[in-house]
């Protein structure tokens, strides 16, 4: 019995870092739970003042018809990347360094930069994580905007950073002067995620720009860019390009949505060669990469089709939503990614158990004082399920 209670709790507490406002299972587990990971009095997680999420206990007993809580890619993986993923199995028996190399010199074409500016992680949660500990284990502050996701800056915590939270702007784009002015002595990082989780709204491309241009020479600017692909117009600007002159950025990205892979775990950063360097510390440099997956996300980036019809899917999905929840009076933030957010006049608490009810998984937060909803897009038939499920609590 107590093992099935540890793999519950496991299992939520993981589920709790997919997607959303990340938590490290092992960090709320174990022994650094005093800190970062705290539980308000109504048994709320507490990010900031600002910013709490709710959980249900029980979730992993939801029987979740629409899985619409880790912002995955309902669609993958691409065929050709399962057909990879077959066809490489038979090599399993060998490190994956050749196959590496390949995909390092892909993504470093793509991304416009050399091989020695990238670093390659089993999902990027795992560069973020990184990232953190190289750079806080010796104290110092991290600037973000709150809300934001949270996995960095949890792991920055619990070794000892102070976070500086900047609310987001009315518009929920990044508060940039405020975060420059919050930026001090003590400061090793800045945070910034574009588009912004969970808020899905985007900071503008040229504003942004100047940023990280400016404020990288005075300290490092962590770019997650997990849902830029899903972005549209002309605000979807990456911030890589900054590496050709030699700013301080670190862009983060991730196989897990464009490209349908979350369960495969392939992630990576692009950074100064001397920004690696440093990260190299604590890592393998790729070895926690299976020969499969590394097969998978080759083939994943040659597969242009299966990226385009992702985006159109979503973009009917998101278009569909927007409709159904304007004539149910809800008022979303508008959506540069695969996932939207909007405020619920019901206790997040109440209105995650009703959903789980009907079979509907989503995430639930208490930000600036109003509960909200946030809810991954899914395929049309599951954001149907969840549209009837709304108007059923509703
Ligand atoms: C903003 C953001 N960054 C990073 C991640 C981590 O993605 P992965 O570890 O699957 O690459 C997520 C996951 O949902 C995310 O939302």
């Given at each position: 019995m107590k093992n099935v209670m540890d793999r519950r709790g496991m299992l939520r507490n993981g589920l709790l870092s997919l997607g959303g406002m990340a938590l490290a299972p092992h960090l709320v587990n174990g022994a650094s739970m005093n800190k970062p990971f705290k539980l308000d009095s109504k048994n709320r997680l507490y990010y900031s003042e600002l910013n709490r999420e709710y959980f249900l206990e029980n979730y992993d007993e939801v029987k979740a018809f629409a899985k619409l809580n880790a912002n995955e890619n309902p669609y993958g993986p691409p065929t050709s990347a399962q057909k990879a993923i077959i066809e490489s199995v038979t090599g399993g028996n060998r490190y994956a360094w050749k196959e590496l190399y390949t995909l390092v010199d892909k993504i470093a074409k793509k991304e416009n930069?050399?091989?020695?500016?990238l670093m390659m992680g089993p999902g990027s949660s795992d560069l973020l994580e990184k990232v953190a500990i190289v750079l806080f284990m010796n104290g110092g502050n991290i600037v973000s905007a709150d809300?934001?996701?949270m996995s960095l800056i949890r792991v920055a915590e619990s070794v000892g950073a102070k976070w500086k939270a900047v609310p987001c702007k009315g518009d929920w784009a990044h508060d940039l002067s405020a975060m420059e002015n919050a930026i001090d002595s003590e400061t090793k990082l800045v945070y910034i995620c574009n588009p912004n989780n969970p808020t899905g709204a985007m900071t503008p491309a040229k504003e942004l720009m100047d940023f990280c241009s400016r404020v990288s020479e005075k300290v490092p600017i962590f770019i997650d860019e997990a849902y830029m692909e899903l972005a549209y117009g002309p605000q979807a600007v990456s911030m890589v390009s900054l590496l050709n002159e030699k700013k301080n950025v670190i862009v983060a990205r991730t196989f897990s949505k464009i490209m349908g892979m979350a369960g495969l775990r392939i992630g990576y950063i692009a950074a100064l060669p001397e920004f690696i360097d440093k990260i190299s510390v604590v890592t393998r440099g790729g070895m926690g990469i299976s020969l499969t997956s590394v097969h998978a996300a080759i083939a994943a980036m040659d597969d242009s089709g299966f990226q385009d019809m992702t985006k159109t899917k979503n973009d009917e999905v998101k278009t569909y939503l927007v409709s159904e929840l304007a004539k149910m009076g809800y008022d979303p933030i508008p959506s540069y990614t695969n996932f939207m957010i909007f405020p619920i006049s019901m206790p997040g608490k109440e209105f995650l158990g009703k959903m789980q009810d009907q079979g509907v998984g989503v995430r639930a937060f208490k930000i600036m004082d109003k509960d909200w909803c946030r809810v991954s897009l899914g395929t049309m038939d599951e954001i149907k399920l969840f549209v009837s499920a709304l108007k059923g609590i509703s």
């Open positions: 930069v050399t091989a020695k500016h809300p934001t996701y």
